[in-house]
């Protein structure tokens, strides 16, 4: 058994899903620890609450939002010079956490501060995320002016990094890998336990997800579709005719999302590869002001598994023509590859010094950084 310390942006869910999706199989034999904030805190700590697993509270990156719901670049700056600020004091007291538990591997998803610690102490650190497409995947199959976006969002994962005795990107996309980046493991999305266990079926509603708050005019917009909307993201709320708004339940979610005809939704990575292994169309909102969520967009098109539109052009019609080519859209990646967990756990599987989950194969040997 070892010990294994995990740290994760906690802005949005994505990056929390993925890792409840990785802790749930790491802790059948080993001991987890969670470090997060924001969000992924709140998620992680309900789920875990009462179990073995730890949720450690951490300060954390977080972008910055408008009155509207759009990433603003000032309000991003303010809250980068806050973390900044206290950085110096929770690297301190990561290394000295570190020092007294000592952990086998830690493993980082988008979360600098921890692996920065482990760096010091010499903990061996692996690479988990989504981000990290920036610096490895081959993009020159996204339209130019975004990929001049995707050169400056590189720097700021390269400002993230730390050496790393293993990479994994998860994705739901799978465009060849950069010259010079075949140690890197790509993998799908993590998938949850109550994904992997849904039984997909197709009835009439749709589902919709919110990060923050819906696009001026879409919910009226919605609200003008002849089939239940059942809307999360936002709170549960009065029925506003066919707009049903559902309370945070992760299972109850995952059930109405493999039943539904179609998911309409902000462009988040792990939701969007979801509701492709659940064979379900996805018409795909970008943040505005979230190049990251524009590229995963474009990348949706591009397998014809669905469609995006910015969150200016939401309008019933354009809705109700998405829904007539839903049954159309279908990836053709099949399910097997879209999970990515059993390729993730592979691995991790050489650094815990295991040939199969939790069969030690004797001491673990030192690993080479990989810069």
């Not at 339209?143 to 994994?168: E, F, I, K, N, Q």
Request: glycine share 8%; aromatic share 8%; with cysteine.
């Amino acid at each position: 058994m070892a010990r294994i310390f995990i740290s994760l942006s906690g802005d949005g869910r994505g990056h929390a899903t993925r890792v409840r999706a990785l802790t749930e199989r790491l802790r059948e034999r080993h001991t987890v620890v969670i470090h997060t904030s924001g969000q992924g805190y709140d998620f992680l700590a309900r789920a875990y609450a009462g179990t073995e697993v730890q949720v450690r509270r951490i300060p954390g990156l977080h972008f910055g939002y408008g009155a509207e719901g759009n990433v603003r670049l000032g309000a991003t700056l303010r809250e980068t010079a806050r973390y900044l600020h206290r950085l110096p004091a929770l690297l301190a007291r990561l290394r000295v956490s570190l020092a007294v538990e000592q952990p086998e591997l830690v493993i980082g998803d988008f979360e600098p501060a921890l692996p920065w610690a482990a760096r010091q102490l010499g903990i061996p650190h692996v690479s988990l995320d989504h981000q990290h497409f920036l610096l490895t995947y081959d993009l020159r199959s996204l339209p130019g002016w975004l990929r001049l976006h995707t050169l400056y969002m590189g720097l700021v994962v390269r400002a993230y990094d730390s050496p790393a005795v293993a990479r994994v990107v998860s994705s739901f996309y799978f465009p060849p890998l950069r010259r010079g980046c075949k140690h890197v493991t790509q993998t799908g999305v993590l998938l949850r336990p109550a994904v992997l266990a849904a039984e997909p079926s197709s009835q009439s509603h749709v589902v919709v997800y919110w990060r923050r708050q819906a696009p001026p005019g879409a919910l009226d917009a919605l609200a003008q579709l002849r089939r239940e909307v059942r809307v999360y993201g936002l709170g549960q709320q009065e029925s506003r005719g066919p707009l049903r708004f559902q309370a945070a339940d992760e299972e109850r979610f995952v059930a109405d999302l493999a039943s539904c005809a179609a998911l309409v939704c902000t462009a988040g990575n792990q939701l969007v590869g979801e509701a492709i292994y659940l064979r379900k169309p996805v018409l795909a909102i970008p943040e505005p002001g979230n190049y990251e969520q524009l590229v995963n967009a474009h990348f949706l098109a591009q397998m014809r598994a669905g469609t995006w539109m910015a969150s200016h052009d939401f309008t019933v019609e354009r809705v109700r023509q998405f829904l007539e080519r839903a049954p159309q859209l279908r990836s053709d990646v099949p399910p097997a590859r879209m999970n990515g967990l059993p390729a993730a756990l592979a691995a991790l599987r050489p650094h815990l010094g295991l040939a199969t989950d939790g069969i030690p194969t004797g001491t673990r040997q030192p690993q080479p950084a990989i810069a």
